[in-house]
């Protein structure tokens, strides 16, 4: 169970970006967090997977436990060895090495070297297009054959929590269905439990087992897929389709100074 | 005909020199893209701790030679502790200046304790030339060249084949995304500073030998080798090394066939020239990696 309990996080020491986040994520269970741009998504994963030192951020107050150990101060290695690994947004994969080595690279803090080729067959068996192209550069590769790349990486740490950023992102729809599916297909057969972020939050709350929604540094929405569906702001704002726009009634709102 | 032989001579084994050096760079520059501007002063610190090491404690020079090893090995991992940790994160240009920084402060360091004298050297090589063909060919010449050739090797498998030295690659293309993986990116940056600071004390030593003494010029040759790894690409291996040889080699041709043409200077400024027309014609260096657009 990776729990985060009240969670701020500061960028340079003046910006505040996470303002008391909490959210849980269960073993084996696909957690959504949805929220719009610069909400603080890919803050909290970054905040999880301590990369946030790289960028001058620091978690200045709250939690972060995995199995009831707190992990918040501990370097990004120590992270990925205790079982959590981020797949960062825009897929992020190391062009001038080849598919063989971006998928050694994602072994790399582990030493079993039988489970180490089990997985690496693993990888080719899910993502056959890598298997075709191991021996050319990650960089050569099309959006979403570096995107199942990026997941392989993830899947040879064999984690038990993978932080996904926006597998969507850039892909063209049948992809993105695709790689949902193998997302889901990775929960039900190896267990591993996701947090999901994702601005396609139809998609996203169609295989998940929880939602949260986020915004400004804070989550103000939670519940299981089908609630957050039900929702009449959430249809409006992150599905679409919801109750029509009615313009007639926009010309007659005023802004209301509202710190009064 | 022996003339130009010997010239060509005399620059593969200072381009085998270059190559070192050289491959320090392209190590250092592969794991953190940064250039260190310090490599020609490792190479000179190098020569000047392994002759005191003998002349201190008289001990054989081989032992002598391992010793400066591991205490340039200790040495490039508290570079990494001391300088480098705390630029993690910063503008690249800012880690160069700091290397520049660096060499100064090293040069300074090597003359206040060693002075400005040439020190003498003890024979490393015997001093009986091998002959091959008609050339007369010192013993240290071949040792350099060869042992160039056998680091040209361990190193391009080193990268190509362990998990480090594809760890150093991935560091060098994104640190961030090395840290998600699970590298230590600290470890990665002392492993390469160690690796470089080890093979420039073997460039400074062998140079010692085969000069027969070692002074504040040795620090030169750290200038010189930025064309060599510009020409060989800054992130090939087999680029450093073959940049070194014919940088190393058109230095002597030139300095032999024109100083005497135009009174001089030649030989200082053909690298540069050869530089400036192989980069107009292959902008990444003869080996360097392309960078990867994706249409």
Known sequence: MLVLKNVEVVYDDVILVLKGLSLEVPNGKIVALLGSNGAGKSTTLKAISGLLHAEEGEVTDGSIELDGQRIDALPPEQIVKRGVFQVMEGRRVFEDLTVEENIVMGGYTRNDRAGLKRDHDLCFDYFPPLKRHRNKLAGYLSGGEQQMLAISRALMARPKFILLDEPSLGLAPLLVREIFSIIQRVNREEKTAFLLVEQNANLALQIADYGYIMESGRIVLDGEPEKLRANEDVKEFYLGGGSTTRYRNLKFYKRRKRWL | ?295
């Not at chain 2, 300088?83 to 994160?89: D, Q, V």
């Not at chain 2, 090589?125 to 090797?153: E, K, N, R, T």
Request: aromatic share 10%; proline share 4%; hydrophobic share 60%.
């Open chain 2, 1 to 295: 005909m022996e003339f130009l032989l010997q010239l060509t001579l005399n620059g593969v084994v200072i381009g085998s020199i270059y190559a070192l050096v050289a491959l320090g760079f392209v190590i250092i520059y592969k794991s953190s893209s940064i250039l260190n501007f310090a490599q020609g002063e490792f190479l000179m610190l190098g020569a000047y701790v392994c002759v005191s090491i003998v002349g201190a404690y008289h001990v054989p020079l081989w032992a002598a030679f391992l010793l400066t090893l591991a205490f340039f090995a200790v040495l490039g991992i508290l570079m990494e502790r001391l300088l480098l940790r705390p630029m993690i994160g910063e503008p690249v240009i800012s880690v160069i200046m700091l290397t520049l920084g660096l060499a100064s402060i090293l040069k300074a360091i090597v003359q206040g304790i060693w002075g400005t004298e040439t020190i003498a050297y003890p024979t490393i090589f015997p001093s009986a030339p091998v002959m091959i063909g008609p050339l007369p060919v010192s013993q240290g010449y071949l040792f350099s060249v060869a042992s160039v050739g056998v680091l040209l090797v361990l190193f391009s498998a080193f990268f190509k084949y362990t998990r480090a030295g594809i760890a150093m690659r991935a560091t060098a293309f994104s640190q961030q995304v090395a840290l998600s993986m699970g590298v230590s990116v600290q470890h990665i940056f002392a492993l390469a500073w160690s690796i470089a600071a080890v093979v420039s004390a073997v460039g400074g030593v062998l140079l010692g030998g085969i000069r027969g003494g070692v002074d504040g010029a040795f620090a030169f040759f750290g200038l010189k080798v930025v064309p060599v790894v510009i020409l060989g690409g800054l992130d090939s291996v087999l680029g450093a090394i073959v940049g070194g040889l014919i940088m190393g080699i058109l230095e002597n041709l030139a300095g032999g066939y024109l100083d005497p043409i135009f009174g001089g200077g030649v030989k200082e400024v053909a690298p540069f020239i050869a530089l400036v027309a192989i980069l107009s014609l292959k902008p990444y260096g003869l080996f360097g990696k392309v960078k990867i657009e994706r249409v």
